[in-house]
């Protein structure tokens, strides 16, 4: 990709995940079916993990995924404090009582649960948690499993306390709570290109976003890894 093309990428994230179940198959989107969660593990994805584009990236075009969609409890996908080295910022689950939000969950085997691992940084950007005790109304199909989720270690992104939920504000927006608290005086594109080509600034970028961060504890997130 072209530098401009590298900017314009990270600031799709999430990259367009439907509102909706469906099966990734042949590289991308294809209409839900009945499947057999015997030995896969059912993964909530709080942001681009749910969109078939970032599937395709993750697991290329051989793979199949079974993505069910439903409303979660207590939970709400929101900004992670951090800066990716993809350049954007990327999404996690906080717990916010009462709060209701629509999540997709991916049903992975061994092998791509060891992939998902690795992408999601595991240990240094993100916990794996198992999700005890909250309720989970699916749309569709769903079978009964136990649900799993990657917690960002380094918190949601709250300024003046304040969460940002992933169906209310914007890559961009978020960008700017980063790039303000940072103290950048350029513009979007040119934090998001420094973000992506100087590891430092990047380092410091992400060291002024934790600033803001706001940690996710719930003794309903069990960490596994």
């Keep these: 990709m072209t530098p401009a093309d590298r900017i314009a990428h990270a600031l799709r994230y999430p990259f367009d995940p439907p509102h909706r179940a469906y099966r990734f198959r042949n590289g991308g989107l294809h209409p839900p079916e009945p499947f057999d969660p015997a030995g896969l593990h059912a993964v909530v994805a709080s942001g681009s993990n749910g969109s ?109 306390g304040r969460l940002l939920p992933m169906a209310q504000v914007s890559q961009t927006q978020a960008q700017q709570h980063v790039m303000d608290s940072f103290g950048f005086a350029a513009t979007l594109a040119e934090f998001v290109r420094l973000n992506l080509d100087d590891p430092d600034h990047r380092l410091r970028a992400n060291d002024a976003a934790s600033q803001l961060g706001q940690p996710i504890d719930d003794a309903r997130l069990i960490r596994i890894a």
């Design 52 to 160: 078939p584009d970032r599937l395709q990236q993750k697991f290329g075009d051989a793979a199949e995924v079974p993505v069910t969609y439903g409303t979660i409890h207590d939970l709400v996908p929101v900004f992670a404090a951090r800066v990716t080295g993809y350049g954007s910022v990327p999404a996690t689950l906080a717990v916010v009582p009462g709060a209701r939000a629509g999540v997709h969950v991916t049903w992975l085997t061994d092998a791509q649960l060891q992939i998902m691992h690795q992408t999601e940084s595991l240990g240094t950007g993100y916990a794996y948690c198992a999700l005890e005790g909250f309720e989970f109304t699916a749309a569709g199909d769903h079978p009964q499993a136990p649900l799993h989720a990657y917690i960002s270690l380094h918190g949601a992104l709250a300024p003046d």
